[in-house]
Antibody, heavy 121, light 107 residues
Framework: QVQLQESGPGLVKPSQTLSLTCAAS??????????WTWIRQHPGKGLEWIGH???????YYNPSLRSRVTLSLDTSKNQFSLILSSVTAADTAVYFC?????????????WGQGTTVIVSS | DIQMTQSPSSLSASVGDRVTITCRAS??????LNWYQQKPGKAPKVLIY???ILQSGVPSRFTGSGSGTDFTLTISSLQPEDFATYCC?????????FGPGTTVDIK
């Protein structure tokens, strides 16, 4: 069973770039059956889809973040990453990585535990 | 963007109660609708996908129904471990969007 684990800095200064990694274990991120997603949750709020990336490297982004976000895959390390530039306090959130199924539902069946990111000087 | 709304935003119920949560999409999303359960400090867990299909390992007391714009999640007999927040999620069109959540707590 695949497990996902996010890692990255818990504290980022405003205007800096946030970089998060999601390491997969117990299975490979290679292959066409899945896609790899980032979702965030602001304190006390609902979930926000950031984007997802396929094994081919094709990525889809939330237009609200598109100009600042980049997703990538590193199959040699079996991990995928999120880069978010020019962060502000509004980017303070819990960030989750997840695996999605390439089927009708595109549901996300495996999630990391989440990592808290605080943007503050 | 497709807006997702849920009702109620919260409810209080007792063990054994039947609970129904409604999710509405701002446009037709067919059955591109998933339901997630989230407990405090934890990642969401998928319960129902494609509007009505029970995820493997999820108890059969959870059922989903609906298509188009109106969807329902029903818990037939609430159990202590079901006290949590439930949210719907559309994957009909990007940007994928989530409902705001319905919190089920103990009466």
């Amino acid at each position: 069973q695949v497990q996902l684990q996010e890692s990255g800095p818990g504290l980022v200064k405003p205007s800096q770039t946030l970089s998060l990694t999601c390491a997969a274990s117990g299975g490979s991120i290679s292959g066409d059956n899945y896609f790899w997603t980032w979702i965030r949750q602001h304190p006390g709020k609902g979930l926000e889809w950031i984007g997802h990336i396929f094994y081919s490297g094709t990525a889809y982004y939330n237009p609200s973040l598109r100009s600042r976000v980049t997703l990538s895959l590193d199959t040699s390390k079996n991990q995928f990453s999120l880069i978010l530039s020019s962060v502000t306090a509004a980017d303070t959130a819990v960030y989750f990585c997840a695996r999605g199924l390439r089927d009708h539902s595109s549901n996300m069946d495996i999630w990391g535990q989440g990592t808290t990111v605080i943007v503050s000087s | 963007d497709i807006q997702m709304t849920q009702s109620p935003s919260s409810l209080s119920a007792s063990v054994g109660d039947r609970v129904t949560i409604t999710c509405r999409a701002s446009q037709n999303i067919s059955t591109y609708l998933n339901w997630y359960q989230q407990k405090p400090g934890k990642a969401p867990k998928v319960l129902i996908y494609a509007a009505s299909i029970l995820q493997s390992g999820v108890p059969s007391r959870f059922t989903g129904s609906g298509s188009g714009t109106d969807f329902t999640l029903t818990i037939s007999s609430l159990q202590p471990e079901d006290f949590a927040t439930y949210c719907c999620h559309q994957t009909y069109r990007t940007p994928w969007t989530f409902g705001p959540g319905t919190t089920v707590d103990i009466k």
